[in-house]
């Protein structure tokens, strides 16, 4: 199955996807899904909002980001900013995993996330420019809800399944790793993110 064949089952046909992302010997493919997504993200996201002279909503953390020009910042620095927090945070799972003495992969670790990443995160783009066209881009509380209840629940419940199939973790694990990797997200996001 090409990438983009495991992607769109990733809609489709969840399991088939991730059963071929399984068989692969090394994260590129990973690696390609969180840098197609940091460039939609880039280039249908940031630099539109960066064009049409939008301003971030959300505060900045760092003063480097307290800048009028945030979106056209961030529209360059989002794909390094993706890379790493895809590899920082699949490493804690991995390590996490390690340790509880499962048979954990970190390839595979890194190409369930990197997937991820692409399918929900486009998911969010076009929920994003959703509430752009209905005027509700504004409301960071219900933009920060809604990203949660849309991405959490997707993401944790596929991670547990392929946990479970291939590592033999737990469901319960699964959702305790799952709830972790957001919270360690979460400053993450708060520091580099701004919407």
Do not use: C
Request: charged share 10%.
């Amino acid at each position: 199955m090409s990438p983009f064949q495991i992607y769109l089952n990733s809609y489709l046909h969840p399991r088939r996807a991730m059963d071929a992302l399984a068989r692969l010997e090394s994260p590129r493919i990973g690696a390609v899904y969180v840098l197609a997504r940091a460039l939609l993200l880039s280039f249908f996201f940031y630099l539109p909002f960066h064009l049409l002279a939008f301003q971030p909503i959300t505060p900045p953390y760092l003063a480097v980001f307290n800048t009028p020009r945030y979106f056209l910042f961030a529209a360059g620095y989002w794909p390094l900013f993706g890379l790493v927090s895809w590899a920082y945070l699949s490493a804690i799972v991995y390590i996490l995993l390690r340790l509880f003495n499962y048979r954990a992969n970190f390839d595979q670790i890194l190409n369930l996330n990197g997937l991820l990443n692409l399918t929900i995160g486009v998911v969010l783009l076009l929920f994003d420019w959703l509430m752009v066209a209905v005027d509700m881009h504004t409301n960071a509380v219900f933009i920060g809800i809604a990203h949660v209840l849309i991405a959490d629940p997707w993401s944790i419940s596929l991670t547990s399944i392929f946990y479970k199939k291939y590592f033999a973790v737990p469901i319960w694990l699964s959702v305790l790793l799952g709830i972790l990797v957001r919270i360690l997200y979460l400053p993450l996001a708060f520091v580099f993110v701004r919407t």
